[in-house]
């Protein structure tokens, strides 16, 4: 691993996991993560800024040798999640004098996940300010990104903002500083998207505080540090923003063809109108995708069979997600098809009850569908025109 530097006596001692393909059981890494710790030397007191995950705390070891570290004397923790926090018992065995420096729910939160003692917290108010000599750590709450105890810290002399995992995002890149500015924002809005989007009301109230704050860098605790954090603020206001756009989300799934079907169609009727359509095969999607496209769409359609009464399990995930996800979707329906009759639409819309959407009426085959089902989706598709009219994006 490598020390890089963010500025005089600033350094990312973290580590880059190019490897990792799955965070939380759950997410999709396709292009690797990274942990980012920084080190800040004051003229008096040095401090960490969070530590790595602890598969990769030889990694911040490394580091901190190749620095010379004899002495750190605050561990900020900004989240008490396990990718950040994970190696603090470790590192406090290394550095014994070091305090770990938050806030009173992370430190709660910090002593249960990690069996840390008590004696070993100094804990801050919001605002608070924490002198390392000639440089001044202020700190930031900005609860719920993503836990109740997340906080940023203000490095005021550098004018660096650290955001643990606020503007982030899960790429594993060599250089510090963000150089593919289409491909990081790329990256980043699948982070928010799967990671941020529940939260989306705090980021709003979040972003407009931040409007206070003098800082000309962005340092996240994943992905690369923004030296122009006006590109990630603006795409944050207009992700968190309540502007949808024309365009429809459709994750589907078929066993035996007759969904699929009436999706293809759907496809072209939603075409022939002008509408975007992003069709998802459950059986092989990647479900970060499917959450970046949440981000913004007016519509999302579910696509499904009836099995044993309800959804198919897939449709049943997809809509667990995007219920859990809370996107600012603004309507949503159902196609599918069934034999003999069950509960399907009844379970899908009890399943998507989080999203604040005008459900457009669904189309049910029995079987194949037939003239009256393709009648239905092209009413469906005329519906979903009229909707995305109504609410002026189109
Ligand atoms: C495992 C399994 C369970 C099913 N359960 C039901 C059911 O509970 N109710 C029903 O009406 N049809 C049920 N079906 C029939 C399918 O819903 C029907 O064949 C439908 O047309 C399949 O759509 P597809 O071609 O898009 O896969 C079941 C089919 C399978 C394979």
Same mark, same amino acid.
Request: proline content about 4%; hydrophobic content about 40%; some cysteine.
């Given at each position: 691993m490598a020390v890089r530097r963010l500025k005089d006596k600033i350094f990312e001692v973290g580590a880059i996991d190019f490897d990792r393909r799955l965070f939380d059981e759950l997410i999709p890494l396709p292009e690797g993560t990274s942990y980012n710790s920084?080190?800040?030397? @004051?003229?008096?007191?040095?401090a960490l800024l969070d530590t790595v995950d602890p598969?990769? &705390?030889?990694?911040?070891?490394?580091?901190?040798?190749?620095?010379?570290?004899?002495k750190i004397d605050y561990i900020i923790a900004?989240?008490?999640e396990q990718d950040h926090s994970g190696s603090l018992p470790f590192i406090l065995e290394l550095f014994p004098m070091a305090k770990v420096v938050t806030n009173a729910k992370c430190k709660e939160m910090l002593i249960s996940l990690l069996l840390l003692p008590e004696e070993k917290f100094i804990v801050i108010n919001d605002r608070e300010i924490l002198s390392l000599g000639d440089k001044t750590l202020e700190f930031i709450f900005a609860p719920w990104v993503h836990w109740p105890e997340t906080m940023l810290t203000y490095l005021k002399e550098d004018k660096i903002l650290f955001?643990?995992?606020?503007?982030?995002s899960h790429l594993a890149a060599a250089p510090l500083f963000v150089t593919d500015q289409p491909h990081v924002l790329r990256s980043a809005k699948r982070y928010y998207a799967e990671i941020m989007m529940p939260f989306r009301t705090s980021i709003k109230q979040h972003l407009e505080k931040l409007k206070t704050v003098d800082f000309t860098i962005i340092a996240p605790s994943? @992905? $690369? &540090?923004?030296?122009? $954090?006006? =590109?990630? =603020?603006?795409?944050?206001?207009?992700w968190a923003g309540d502007q949808v756009k024309n365009e429809v989300v459709l994750p589907y799934v078929s066993m035996h063809g007759s969904t699929q079907e009436m999706v293809e169609y759907l496809i072209n009727a939603l075409i022939a109108r002008g509408i975007v359509v992003k069709p998802y095969n459950l059986s092989r999607t990647d479900i970060g995708e499917l959450a970046m496209d949440l981000v913004d769409a007016a519509t999302i359609v579910i696509g499904t069979p009836t099995v044993l009464v309800g959804p198919h399990p897939l449709a049943a995930y997809a809509a667990l997600l995007?219920?859990?996800?809370r996107p600012k979707t603004k309507f949503a329906s159902i196609i599918g098809s069934f034999s003999w009759g069950g509960k399907m639409v009844e379970m899908l819309s009890a399943a998507i009850s989080n999203l604040k959407v005008t459900v457009i009426e669904p189309v049910i085959a029995k079987g194949a569908p037939r003239e009256a089902e393709y009648a239905a989706l092209d009413n469906l598709a005329d519906e979903i025109k009229k909707s995305h009219q109504a609410a002026g994006i189109v």
């Open positions: 920084y080190l800040v030397q @004051g003229s008096d007191k040095t598969a990769k &705390v030889s990694s911040l070891v490394e580091n901190l040798n190749e620095l010379s570290i004899e900004h989240h008490a955001t643990c995992d606020f503007f982030g994943h @992905g $690369p &540090v923004y030296d122009q $954090p006006e =590109m990630i =603020m603006d795409a944050y206001a207009d995007a219920n859990a996800l």
